[in-house]
């Protein structure tokens, strides 16, 4: 079993940043990628970005640009440096993890509220 604890995060001014840690522990042998996956209120959960193993990343197309994903291996940890954020963006964020087997593992979850 995986477990994902999740840091970070907030409320922050339109424009403003916020950074989201996730950290796995547990079976985390044979991890594919790790992630955050987002739930805006009245929508689906989405992906916002992804990084493999071999530290290839993939982002949502909304945010592109203002996003960076970032991950030490070593640790077993993945890092969301979040820039520019939109008051659309408020969501809770959910770290997310793959393995080569098993069932995929999510975090808690954090809210964050992007206000004036």
């Known amino acids: 079993q995986v477990q994902l604890v999740e840091t970070g995060g907030g409320l922050v001014q339109p424009g403003g940043s916020l950074r989201l840690s996730c950290t796995a522990s547990g079976s985390v042998d044979h991890i594919l990628l790790m992630g955050w996956y987002r739930q805006i209120p009245g929508k689906e959960r989405e992906p916002v970005a992804t990084i493999s193993r071999a530290d290839i990343s993939n982002y949502a197309d909304s945010v592109k640009g203002r996003f960076t994903i970032s991950s030490d291996n070593a640790r077993n940890m993945v890092t969301l440096q979040m820039n520019s954020l939109k008051p659309e963006e408020t969501a809770v964020y959910y770290c997310?993890?793959?393995?080569?087997?098993?069932?995929?593992?999510w975090g808690q979850g954090t809210q964050d509220t992007v206000s004036s």
């Open positions: 997310h993890l793959k393995r080569l087997s098993g069932p995929d593992a």
